[in-house]
């Protein structure tokens, strides 16, 4: 039998399943989680430590945005932030100062 142009071979998915699907999958897992969470948490991780690895890898964001507040800022200026940073506060006085050495 051949699909005709324009005929798509029947009603297919109700709209909206898939949806309720995930919907009651999530709150049956709340609902558990609420129970058991921090217990069910701890046993994965000493039971399967690579299975716990994967679910905390699979619950972070696939693109990370990183925003800059160094925008404007000359390689130099940069580069005297991040020393002020490794010396700590105390040289930042000293170069306000002018007294770096």
């Known amino acids: 039998m051949a699909f005709l142009p324009g005929n798509s071979g029947g009603p297919g998915r ?3 399943s898939r949806n309720k ?3 009651s ?6 609902r558990d989680f609420q129970e058991h969470g921090v217990e069910a ?3 994965a991780r000493a039971e399967s430590p690579l299975g716990y690895v994967r679910m905390v890898a699979g619950l972070l964001p696939q693109k990370l945005q990183v925003e800059s ?4 800022i000359s390689d ?9 940073v490794d010396d700590g506060p105390e040289s930042e006085s000293q170069e ?5 050495h």
């Open 41 to 43: 948490i701890a046993a």
């Open 21 to 23: 699907l995930a919907e």
């Open 96 to 100: 306000i100062n002018g007294a770096v």
């Open 69 to 72: 507040g160094a925008d404007g």
């Open 14 to 16: 109700p709209k909206g």
């Open 25 to 30: 999958f999530l709150d049956a897992l709340h």
């Open 76 to 84: 130099a200026e940069l580069l005297a932030i991040i020393r002020n």
